[in-house]
């Protein structure tokens, strides 16, 4: 069962905590999370010489997660997944990080 009022309570709670402000549910099957390039990290996040654009939204009319790397779609996650992970405690930008497994989905040109 999609329970919207829960994702958005949860979304804006750590919009507010990172951000200063409530999260934008223009469009509720994009909800921005996370935006960001990452830089090459000691081999964590790819090669030396390389930059990576990571996105994270959320699809509150389906309770799911996005993460994207380069535009492209890495993985798709249950957003009362990290509601339970994180619960009341509430999440920093960098919980939406991808792990190193996910990397492996990300093509290299």
Do not use: H
């Amino acid at each position: 069962m999609i329970d919207n009022v829960r994702y958005v309570n949860f979304i804006n709670k750590y919009c507010r905590e990172e951000f200063g402000e409530p999260a934008n549910f223009s469009d509720p099957t994009n909800v921005g999370l996370c935006y960001t390039t990452l830089a090459y990290a000691n081999g964590y996040y790819g090669d030396e010489d390389d930059d990576y654009e990571l996105q994270v939204s959320a699809d509150i009319t389906t309770g799911t997660v996005k993460t994207y790397i380069n535009n492209e779609l890495i993985k798709t996650e249950s957003l009362n997944d990290y509601i339970e992970w994180f619960g009341d405690s509430g999440m920093e930008f960098t919980d939406w990080f991808p792990e190193i497994e996910d990397w492996n989905n990300v093509r290299r040109n």
